[in-house]
């Protein structure tokens, strides 16, 4: 660390800096061979990154918003159909349902793992929708089209409650796609099936995102589509490239969403490191979770007996979470807000007509939550900073409320 008294939000440059010699190898190569679209680099991290997924199939496309998109298109959802998904998440989720050509609906969360409330899901597709007599699907009232499609987010590395999901989605008629971007190795036990089950390996569909920032992040944009049904892995690899299976045989009008092969050479490289860097990042959650378990006010990550998160972020919960936000600026301590306002109450989204109180688990975490500095390379050092500027912050607002009741 350059500056041992700060301690950053995410450090990117270790892990580069560690991996340089091979990572401009993969440069080099693709250079020497001209080989920058499609190829060998790309195949091969296709392959390897299926496997790590315990999938049949991955398609590489050029980020984690297209494999969304495009695993939506495949599934058939284009018509107008709704699909739902929850408020906290990133925008590329529901940007995704409307550019596939589909209407977005929310459904709230749980309010101890932030993830998709399979309960609430429940009661949307009873209450909150009608039946459509010729097929029987569930008709959403607010967007008076059909149900087609569920996407759970794997939020902050952990994996929602997927079996509550699934039966409901078998029930409905519902396709399945994890939004899976921030949860590369995140794991879920299934009661149902008695076994863990990768994220990526449980939907119809997965999307990930390669953002340099997440767990496996690039060095640029990408994504990819895993999945165990060749079929929908065959329609994804004509969509990202412009519909055609054959060159300049165009099926359909499809996009230029291929995965760059510089990237997918890194992300290769990268892949051999991602169990290691997930378990670090373990180890640090666990370090916070001790340190400030006896911190009043604090809220730290509930991990459920049948997940096991790769903690792409460590997230708290506090009453004062702008207060303590700058407390921690001030000291030198970076931290972050996934996210600050839920999408029902963005702008982009004002003509669906959603109203403050609509989805409340989700608008109180969202006034609330606070993400600290997460990342491998994360010293013991630098988390107790953390913990020391969360501690002075506590006995500083102590301090305060005793002299003004005073
Ligand atoms: C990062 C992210 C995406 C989008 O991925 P991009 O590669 O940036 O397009 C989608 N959903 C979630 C939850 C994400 O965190």
Request: net charge neutral; proline share 4%.
């Amino acid at each position: 660390m350059s500056n041992p008294k700060r301690v950053p939000f995410l450090d990117l440059v270790t892990p580069h800096r560690e991996l340089e010699n091979e990572l401009v190898e993969v440069y080099r190569k693709a250079l020497h061979t001209a080989g920058f679209i499609g190829g060998p680099m790309v195949e091969g991290f296709e392959r390897d990154f299926a496997a790590f997924c315990e999938t049949k199939h991955c398609v590489g496309v050029g980020s984690g918003t297209d494999a969304l998109r495009f695993a939506l298109m495949a599934l058939g959802v284009t018509g107008g159909e709704t699909v739902l998904t929850v408020p906290n998440t990133f925008i590329a989720t529901t940007e995704a349902i409307t550019q596939a050509g589909a209407k977005i609906d929310f459904v709230d969360i749980d309010p101890k793992t932030y993830n998709l409330d399979p309960a609430k899901l429940k009661d949307y597709l009873e209450k909150q929708c009608t039946a459509d007599p010729k097929s029987g699907k569930r008709v959403s009232k607010r967007t008076g089209t059909p149900v087609a499609a569920v996407i759970p987010v794997h939020l902050y590395g952990q994996m929602a409650d997927m079996d509550g999901i699934l039966e409901l989605a078998r029930g409905y008629g519902l396709s399945v796609v994890e939004d899976a971007c921030q949860a590369q190795g995140a794991e879920y036990y299934s009661k149902k099936e008695n076994r863990w089950r990768k994220a990526g390996s449980v939907g119809a569909a997965a999307a990930f995102s390669f953002y340099p920032g997440k767990n496996l992040g690039a060095c640029g944009e990408a994504g990819a589509v895993t999945t165990n049904d060749e079929k929908l892995a065959a329609a994804i690899r004509m969509i990202r490239d412009h519909g055609q299976a054959q060159k300049y045989y165009h099926d359909i009008e499809g996009y230029n969403g291929r995965l760059d092969a510089i990237q997918a050479g890194i992300l290769q490289v990268k892949l051999k490191h991602l169990a290691g860097w997930n378990s670090r990042r373990q180890e640090a959650a666990a370090q916070y979770t001790a340190m400030l378990a006896d911190v009043d006010g604090i809220i730290t990550p509930f991990e459920p007996d049948w997940s096991r998160s790769v903690y792409h972020l460590y997230v708290i919960r506090l009453k004062d979470r702008e207060a303590l936000r700058k407390h921690l600026a001030g000291l030198g301590i970076d931290t972050g807000l996934h996210y600050p306002l839920p999408l029902h109450q963005q702008k982009a989204y004002a003509h669906l007509g959603y109203r403050t109180g609509d989805f409340p688990v989700a608008e109180s975490a969202a006034s609330e939550i606070l993400s600290l500095p997460m990342f491998p390379s994360l010293t013991g050092d630098q988390q107790h900073m953390v913990q020391e500027g969360i501690r002075s912050f506590n006995s500083s607002t102590k301090e305060m409320a005793g002299s003004t009741a005073r």
